[in-house]
Nanobody, 116 residues
């Protein structure tokens, strides 16, 4: 079993920065894919960024160049550095982990609100 706990959400003005962190506990392997998703009211949950292995990353088109995902394999954490935030980034952000055999886990989510 895996537990994911996010932190770092909050209220920020447009143009500002926030850093989200997720701590994973339980049976964690370096082969697990970890990611951040986000969901706004009335919209589907979308991929923000994912990381697998030492340097295989993938970003959603709307955040590329502004957000950076990183992972500490020793601490079982995954962070999301968010820069140049705009109001469209307002959402609940979820930490995600997928085992190599397909089992998926989600965190409880953390709210990010960007004010104009």
């Amino acid at each position: 079993q895996v537990q994911l706990v996010e932190s770092g959400g909050g209220l920020v003005q447009a143009g500002g920065s926030l850093r989200l962190s997720c701590v994973a506990s339980g049976s964690i392997a370096s082969s697990d894919t970890m990611a951040w998703y986000r969901q706004s009211p009335g919209k589907q949950r979308d991929l923000v960024a994912s990381i697998r292995g030492p340097d295989t990353t993938n970003y959603g088109a709307s955040v590329k160049g502004r957000f950076t995902i990183s992972r500490d394999y020793a601490k079982n954490t995954v962070d999301l550095q968010m820069n140049a935030l705009d109001t469209d980034d307002t959402a609940v952000y979820y930490c995600y982990l997928r085992k190599r055999w397909g089992t998926q886990y989600w965190g409880q989510g953390t709210q990010v609100t960007v004010s104009s």
